[in-house]
């Protein structure tokens, strides 16, 4: 069995369908059963608990033998990384694969130090382990969809700066071969999409797809903060995106890998795809 916490976001949520579509038994940790039931195949094990929780993340653990450890980006992400790590050992976890995030080794940002530290907990730890470091998401574009419907632009603090974007599914695939085949151990993954791409590219491609015009305006960070804020996001949240936007303005993480080729097999899918098969999102 093996247990999969973040289970009803993106990448998690692919996990627990890919493990459950080739047979594996999987167990998605969750706080709403209900939305989960809805999400999943009849054959996951769905499980209720919280990552602040140790007590239901214990119960969570028995009769597993693998984890997919991902946190949501809060300024929890360390304390509830710490209480899985804690409750494998206690539960003999053979193997625990962390999906963390790109360039975490460097500590240079807040997103860094943060998934770092899960990072150098399993280490020490004296589980196996495998560390999963994805670019940006495709679906963090999901974000525009109300101003591209609304206003026909999309406002984003990364200038000309490119990022190597890439499908859950894909980031997916490589965890699950890290969880089933051996020879992944005590190792790091950076995983990208087969291009790098500037907003502009992105939105232009949008553009095309949805056969409308669409703008892009590089919004200065004092704005973007204010927006973000005005969301209700959390300020320590708010500061670490910026740093990471910042590092994409800087032209920093433009890297592309061969990880999902090398890892899958196949082709990372591509960003004109993923648009595609979303394409009714941006036209509401």
Known sequence: MILVTGSTGNVGCEVVKQLATVGHKVRALVQNESDARRKFPTNVDIVRGNLNDPISIDAAMQGCERVYLLAPLTPQLVQQESHVIRSARRAGIKHIVKQSALGAQYEGIMLAKWHRAGEKELEASGMSWT????????????????????????????????????????????AIKALLEPGHEARAYDVTGSKAWTTQEQVDTISRVIGKPLKFIDVPDGAARDTMLGQ??????????????????????????????????????????????????FKG
């Open 131 to 174: 560390f999963i470091r994805p670019s940006g998401f495709f679906s963090n574009a999901l974000a525009w969809t109300q101003t591209i419907r609304h206003g026909a632009t999309v406002y984003w603090p990364t200038g000309a700066g490119k990022i190597g974007i890439v499908d859950a599914r894909d980031i997916a695939a490589c």
């Open 232 to 281: 209700g996001m959390q300020t320590q949240v708010v500061d670490a995106m910026l740093e990471f936007t910042g590092l994409v303005r800087g032209g920093h993480v433009g890297m592309v890998t061969d990880t999902v080729w090398k890892m899958t097999g196949k082709t990372p899918r591509t960003w004109e795809a993923w648009v595609t098969e979303n394409a009714a999102a």
